[in-house]
């Protein structure tokens, strides 16, 4: 029961997140008693998100055969991942207050975007917003947790990279979702478009990150931004071959991912800068 339940959490995207939190926490200067509350706030906001989620799109999952979720699989109820995701959530706030205010609230406010993007919001042009939000809030709670006041530099380039996940998140997708009723941005914009969103955003996110803490640009920035701006058009034509011949664009897919691996990894030398 217990695996089963934290498949439903979407457990791999939870643990990169928490796992960006905790290692920026460090990076910031928290000690490692603060730091352990930081990535334990983080981790049950994620796994009340992420519960919500299945809990939420369980028919819509079931009705395009994703055998994937545990939920709409029929191997856990309903009613105990919706327990689970409002206990979390509590978990979340109850740990979130025990930083200063300033701090909890914006750990609050990243906790209420992401459920809001489970309902309504993935249903609309607005799908967007919360992972912009929730991103931005990410590196606000932590720096502001130390407690300091976080750049407005790492906050907008947690923006960016939130919103350039959603799109390229959403790309191998996009069918699925379609047929299932979901009728996010990036289902409006569709798959060309979903993709040229993701680039500038995801681009922007590194250029930000490069230019935005004081002094020179590092070395490691800049190589980063040199292999995101050679590999995004590397990505396009293998996807463009691959969608030529009729299969799901996997490649571009996965250069933003490598994109993304590289932000993550700018954003967290960024909190040693502070």
């Known amino acids: 029961m217990t695996i089963t339940l934290l498949r439903s959490a979407h457990p791999e995207p939870a643990l990169a997140v928490t796992a960006v939190a905790g290692l920026l926490a460090f990076a910031a200067g928290h000690p490692p008693g603060s730091a352990a509350l930081v990535t334990a706030t983080v981790a049950a906001s994620q796994l009340a998100v992420g519960w ?120 191998p997708d996009l069918a699925d979702d379609a047929a299932s009723g979901v009728r996010g941005l990036p289902h409006r914009l569709g798959g060309t478009g979903s993709a040229v969103a993701a680039t500038g955003l995801l681009l922007a996110a590194t250029a930000v990150l490069v230019v935005g803490p004081a002094g020179p640009p590092a070395g490691l920035g800049l190589a980063a931004l040199l292999v995101a701006v050679v590999a995004v058009p590397a990505g396009w034509y293998a996807g463009r071959r691959a969608s030529s011949a009729g299969r799901r664009p996997t490649a571009l897919f996965r250069t933003f991912q490598a994109v993304a691996l590289c932000n993550v990894a700018l954003l967290v030398l960024a909190g040693r800068s502070l």
């Not at 699989?73 to 109850?94: C, E, N």
């Not at 459920?115 to 912009?132: E, F, G, I, N, R």
Request: proline fraction near 9%; avoid cysteine.
């Open 52 to 171: 919500t989620n299945d809990a939420v799109d369980a028919p819509r999952d079931a009705a395009v055969g994703r055998a994937g979720k545990p939920v709409a699989a029929g191997v856990i109820s309903r009613r105990t991942v919706a327990l689970a995701a409002g206990s979390a959530a509590v978990a979340s706030i109850l740990l979130a207050l025990t930083f200063p205010p300033p701090a909890a609230a914006v750990a609050v406010a990243g906790l209420a975007s992401g459920l809001a993007y489970d309902w309504p919001l993935k249903l609309t042009a607005l799908s967007v917003l919360p992972y912009a939000v929730s991103f931005a809030a990410l590196p606000a709670f932590v720096v502001l947790a130390v407690p300091a006041t976080p750049p407005l530099w790492l906050v907008a380039a947690g923006g960016l990279l939130g919103a350039g996940a959603h799109f390229a998140n959403v790309l």
